[in-house]
T-cell receptor, first 114, second 115 residues
Framework: NAGVTQTPKFQVLKTGQSMTLQCAQD?????MSWYRQDPGMGLRLIHY???????DQGEVPNGYNVSRSTTEDFPLRLLSAAPSQTSVYFC?????????????FGPGTRLLVL | AQSVTQLGSHVSVSEGALVLLRCNYS??????LFWYVQYPNQGLQLLLK??????LVKGINGFEAEFKKSETSFHLTKPSAHMSDAAEYFC?????????????FGTGTRLQVTL
């Protein structure tokens, strides 16, 4: 098992550019989510999905889109990058969507928006 | 609504000393509580979790945490620190809201271990 994988590891964008952060898991997990990590703020939930075709907003969804066409993949799209989106992005997954489930995290994508 | 407060953004201990990282939570429903560790330039890894089975929870690498409902706390401890414990530690609370659970993280505590 590769677990949760994320690409790219690092990306530099200019303001206004769009891009897609990729996330995949090979554990047949139903629940997948995206977080952003900023200094002194912990991790904040952007979007999540409880299964293929089902997505919902988290705490900080503005400026981001997601879709879940397969169980394995959960890409995060930045529509028009802004400097405020400079952050480290983590994808996570868990077997089910229950509150006691352990979430498994990917290695992260470090994004710099100039 | 749920929230987590981690007291102390930086904690420094000597190798061999007790590690105590503090976490207090707020939750309107019975909570499930987690501690995650993040080593430099890596993702988060689960240390331990409380899911209402036992109030004293043992995790990996010699860490444990005790759930105290009366104090709304879930402090993380380790009797003897190792250099390899230097990392950032996150406390998180999870509760079922609607169709899915949401994990709410504290702001993290960076543990430094000195010789």
């Amino acid at each position: 098992n590769a677990g949760v994988t994320q690409t790219p590891k690092f990306q530099v964008l200019k303001t206004g550019q769009s891009m897609t952060l990729q996330c995949a898991q090979d554990m047949n997990h139903e629940y997948m989510s995206w977080y952003r990590q900023d200094p002194g703020m912990g991790l904040r939930l952007i979007h999540y999905s409880v299964g293929a075709g089902i997505t919902d907003q988290g705490e900080v969804p503005n400026g981001y889109n997601v879709s879940r066409s397969t169980t394995e993949d959960f890409p995060l799209r930045l529509l028009s990058a802004a400097p405020s989106q400079t952050s480290v992005y983590f994808c996570a997954s868990s077997y089910l969507a229950g509150a006691r489930e352990t979430q498994y995290f990917g290695p992260g994508t470090r994004l710099l928006v100039l | 609504a749920q929230s987590v407060t981690q007291l102390g953004s930086h904690v420094s201990v000597s190798e061999g000393a007790l590690v105590l990282l503090r976490c207090n939570y707020s939750s309107s429903v019975p909570p499930y509580l987690f501690w995650y560790v993040q080593y430099p330039n890596q993702g988060l890894q689960l240390l331990l979790k409380y899911t209402s089975a036992a109030t004293l929870v043992k995790g990996i690498n010699g860490f444990e945490a005790e759930f105290k409902k009366s104090e709304t706390s879930f402090h993380l401890t380790k009797p003897s620190a190792h250099m390899s414990d230097a990392a950032e530690y996150f406390c998180a609370v999870s509760a079922l809201t609607g169709t899915a659970s949401k994990l709410t993280f504290g702001t993290g505590t960076r543990l430094q271990v000195t010789l």
